[in-house]
């Protein structure tokens, strides 16, 4: 047998093997391996629109925080100036307060300025009239003690 009828006797032995294994190749890729390809690509598919759905999700969570944020500074803001506001107005009722106090301690102090100027003057007045009658009492008492000189004058 020369080799080119035993390469010939090879080949026909392996032809049906050959053919089992096409056969079996087809059936495969038939029934097993593009229901495989299918589940994958969806898959793929769901694993992709998951991904979307999560970056979306996540853009629309920043959205939020941002907008959160945005209404924080916003009420901060209307806070602080609302506070600001009190504390003004705090500042300029004990402003007006304190002008009260001050204007009703000048009112008493003019007041008792007026009094005492009032009790100043009746003061002398009553020292003046007191003056002149002790002044005639000692004048009096001076010419009791020395009596009548002669010539009609006192001593």
Not at 61 to 68: G, I, P, R, W
Not at 103 to 123: H, T
Request: hydrophobic fraction near 45%.
């Amino acid at each position: 047998m020369s080799i080119q009828e035993q390469l010939t006797a090879l080949f026909l032995q392996a032809l049906p093997t050959a053919a089992l294994v096409l056969i079996l190749y087809f059936f495969l890729r038939a029934h097993f391996f593009r229901p495989i390809e299918r589940v994958l690509a969806e898959r793929a598919a769901r694993t992709q629109g998951a991904r979307q759905a999560a970056e979306a999700a996540e853009a629309q969570a920043a959205a939020k925080v941002k907008e959160y944020q945005e209404a924080l500074k916003k009420a901060r803001a209307v806070i602080y100036s609302e506070q600001e506001a009190a504390r003004k107005a705090a500042l300029e009722e004990r402003a007006a307060l304190v002008r009260d106090t001050r204007n009703r301690a000048n009112e008493r102090i003019r007041e008792a300025k007026e009094r005492i100027a009032g009790e100043v003057s009746a003061a002398r007045r009553q020292i003046e009239e007191e003056s002149q009658s002790i002044a005639g009492e000692i004048v009096r008492a001076l010419l009791e003690r020395t009596g009548p000189r002669p010539g009609g004058r006192p001593a």
